[in-house]
């Protein structure tokens, strides 16, 4: 099954940029990035995904390493309402997209 | 509509009950998919169904059953629940028919008890 290593937390002053590392060394080539996030009790919404290049979008940024091992989320000036579990994720073996455990994120003002 | 709708948003059932919960597309996505998250966890698939067949089982028990009546419904019936079934059941809809594939619609989810 597809694994991915992100941060159990990390912290974000309200207006400055979050940088939210994950780790995905078994990514397949033809599979594709993606980060959702999870805002209290509601369902996942969809950020941004990406396969080689550096993606950028109204709510992030994605930056792949070269290997495509790794990636960052970027959220460019974070607000409270930003304040969420993001999960970073690949396709699994059967093609199903495996949730890891994400990255509480905390916008503190 | 970008909408996945889900229903009811809450269901308490006794473990005897036979229940249904619902959800409805209306984006002309061909691939649903059911969820479940417990508390503080991730969530985990349980069924995807491409083109209103299934195409995923991730060895769910068969007391949930999973139903796609048409390409904008997608039911899962319940019977004979335990209490460790109580989470949070969220479907989704996609474009693609695998879910790595494309981007996921989430509903808000159903939330079940099971006393």
């Known amino acids: 099954d597809a694994k991915t290593t992100q941060p159990p937390s990390m912290d974000c002053a309200e207006g400055r940029a979050a940088n939210l590392p994950c780790n995905h060394s078994t990514i397949s080539g033809n599979e594709y990035v993606y980060w959702y996030r999870q805002i209290h009790s509601q369902g996942p919404q969809y950020i941004i995904h990406g396969l080689k290049n550096n993606e950028t979008n109204e709510m992030a940024s994605l930056i792949i390493t070269e290997d495509r091992k790794s990636s960052t989320l970027i959220l460019p000036h974070a607000t409270l309402r930003d304040t969420a579990v993001y999960y970073c994720?690949?396709?699994?073996?059967?093609?199903?997209?495996?949730f890891g455990k994400g990255t509480k994120l905390s916008v503190k003002p | 509509d970008t909408e996945v709708t889900q229903t009811p948003k809450h269901l308490v059932m006794g473990m005897t009950n036979k229940k249904s919960l619902k959800c409805e597309q209306h984006m002309g996505h061909r691939a649903m998919y059911w969820y479940k998250q417990k508390a503080k966890k991730p969530p985990e698939l349980m069924f995807v169904?491409?083109?209103?067949?299934?195409?995923i089982n991730e060895s769910v028990p068969s007391r949930f059953s999973p139903e796609c009546p048409n390409s904008s419904l997608l039911n899962l019936h319940l019977h004979a629940l335990q209490p460790e079934d109580s989470a949070l059941y969220l479907c989704?809809?996609?474009?693609?028919?695998?879910?790595?594939?494309?981007?996921?619609?989430f509903g808000e989810g159903s939330r079940l008890t099971v006393l």
């Open positions: 989704a809809s996609s474009q693609a028919p695998r879910p790595s594939a494309g981007e996921l619609f």
């Open positions: 169904y491409s083109y209103e067949k299934l195409s």
């Open positions: 994720m690949h396709g699994g073996s059967q093609g199903n997209l495996i």
